[in-house]
């Protein structure tokens, strides 16, 4: 596996299910992102991690919660969802999280929350 | 707060056309500057980028030129081949601390042969 990877790709769920979100970069990187992706609006930067340490949270709801067990793998653990979270999530990572790098992004999981 | 400013699309041109797709920007200080682009079922790629000032970056035959003034960052491309097909993003993160990437809604361009 090269580059930024993200399972599942497509997710279907209800508004009671818990479900996961998972990222995984092969590049070495110190620094991940979670990104929103929805229809008619900018992408919205959610969450930064940088050498494991959550450094961004904009103001994102407590209904998507972020992990990053090491430099490699970040996790979007997401329960009680709401239709308008539908959406496209993307995962990015860089050198070391300075704000001139590079962010490589994943291919993104397509969410539809019903 | 920051914000960027892409021209509405989608852009459709004819294979070896010209190509302009306009990004203002709003920021504090002075801000890095990027192109990414977005091909169909794929995540985004950085296309170019600009650190500062009258910084022009180019890739694969596309540039854009930093240019403080008018707070623009045009992404030009003489000639477009139907591969470039694709969503086009024009983004800026803050100059200093952590890279959070604000951007721009996307502009699609649709180039036929």
């Known amino acids: 596996e090269t580059g930024v990877t993200q399972t599942p790709r497509h997710l279907v769920m209800g508004m009671t299910n818990k479900k996961s979100l998972k990222c995984e970069q092969h590049?070495?990187?110190?620094?991940m992102y979670w990104y929103k992706q929805s229809a008619k609006k900018p992408l919205e930067l959610m969450f930064v991690?940088?050498?494991?340490?959550?450094?961004e949270n904009n103001s994102v709801p407590s209904r998507f919660s972020p992990e990053c067990p090491n430099s490699s793998h970040l996790f979007l653990h997401l329960h009680t969802l709401q239709p308008e979270d539908s959406a496209l999530y993307l995962c990015?990572?860089?050198?070391?999280?300075?704000?001139?790098?590079?962010?490589?992004f994943g291919p993104g999981t397509r969410l539809l929350v019903l | 707060g920051d914000s960027v400013t892409q021209m509405e699309g989608p852009v459709t041109l004819s294979e070896e056309a010209f190509l302009t797709i306009n990004c203002t920007y709003t920021a504090t200080g002075y801000p890095s500057l990027f192109w990414y682009v977005q091909y169909p079922g794929e995540g985004l790629q950085l296309l170019l980028k600009a650190t500062k000032a009258d910084d022009k970056g180019s890739n694969k035959g596309f540039e854009a030129t930093y240019r403080k003034e008018t707070t623009s960052f045009h992404l030009e491309k003489g000639s477009v081949q139907v591969s470039d097909s694709a969503v086009y993003f024009c983004?800026?993160?803050?100059?200093?601390?952590?890279?959070?990437?604000?951007f721009g809604k996307g502009t699609m361009l649709l180039v036929s042969p």
């Open positions: 990015a990572s860089s050198q070391g999280g300075r704000y001139q790098e590079t962010q490589y």
């Open positions: 983004a800026l993160t803050r100059p200093s601390g952590y890279s959070t990437l604000t």
């Open positions: 991690y940088s050498l494991e340490e959550r450094v």
């Open positions: 590049l070495g990187h110190n620094a």
